[in-house]
């Protein structure tokens, strides 16, 4: 299992688009009618899909498996009694799966059978995502539910955020303790710590700084620098999130505090809380499909 891509709708999605190749670095993948699609130097075709739409939202965020995760996931979130349908992707890069609405709203698409793409050089250009995070109303019981209708499994929990890994990546999402659900910001593997810094340096000359950033995190030991992008939402630069193992034991709040003062390893940056968490208020989850049953679906295919 593999976090792929996020399919945000929004006003203005030619200027974001813009935006995220001119300034933040990635390279145009496609346009198709209203929806932008831009890709990193990997394999996969885009990262991150605009439409064009009257408000902000987020359509989807999609990971790819095997087809046999996929039967997995049919049958454990039919379990869970989770709200879902089975999908086709018309998205770049195709695929066919499912779409699952977790218990706050958000919307995992879940493919098998999407194109990759020959990889680009570019020493700047993001690699991939390397996590989505959410904002939650109640992100422990999130955390439960995804190890048991997704399979996902948690990795660490400290006093903001519950961490969840659906590989050997520390994390590919997380939930954060917010009192509300929202997409909480997005993150790009960068190749290294120098073309994070690069990064920071290049949106600096168009007179951004960073909400948060350079730092390291504690849960994961990822590299970091956060921004608040013009059309929205926050936006991070990451690179080297931790591996851990299969028996990898999560960790406790308590087990990641700070010195008085610092909000993460090196507390050299300061952080801009009052505009994150009015940039992480901007993008709720909205679906526009009805749930149908993925029993009935596997048994009219077989």
Known sequence: MKLRSIELALPHAAEAAAFLT???????????????????????PYLVALTEAADAYVRSTTFVCTAD?????????????????????????????????LAEGELLRFLVDAEEVAPIVGADLPVKLTHVVFNSADAEATGHLVEEALGFRVSDRT?????????DSHHSTAFARAGFASLNHIAFEMADMDAVM?????LRDHGMVPAWG??????????????????????????????????????????????????DQWGMSDKDFAGL????????????WDAQSLDLINEEQA
């Open 22 to 44: 001119d300034i933040w670095g990635m390279a145009p993948a496609a346009q198709e009618g209203e929806t932008h699609y831009l890709r990193g130097s990997g394999s996969y």
């Open 69 to 101: 995760r996929l039967e997995q996931l049919k049958r454990s979130v039919t379990a869970a009694g989770l709200p879902a349908t089975p999908t086709v992707s018309k998205d770049l890069g195709g695929g066919h799966g499912i779409i699952v609405e």
């Open 159 to 167: 006093k903001g955020m519950v961490f969840v890994r659906c590989n």
């Open 198 to 202: 690069r990064g920071i340096g290049r």
């Open 214 to 263: 350079p730092g390291r995190h504690g849960p994961g030991a990822n590299v970091f620098a956060y921004f608040i992008a013009p059309f929205g939402p926050v936006i991070e630069f990451s690179t080297a999130v931790e591996k851990v193992a299969e028996d990898y034991q999560a960790g406790a709040p308590e087990d990641w505090t700070w010195p008085e003062g610092r909000i």
């Open 277 to 288: 968490r009015a940039a992480e208020e901007k993008f709720r989850h909205r679906r526009d």
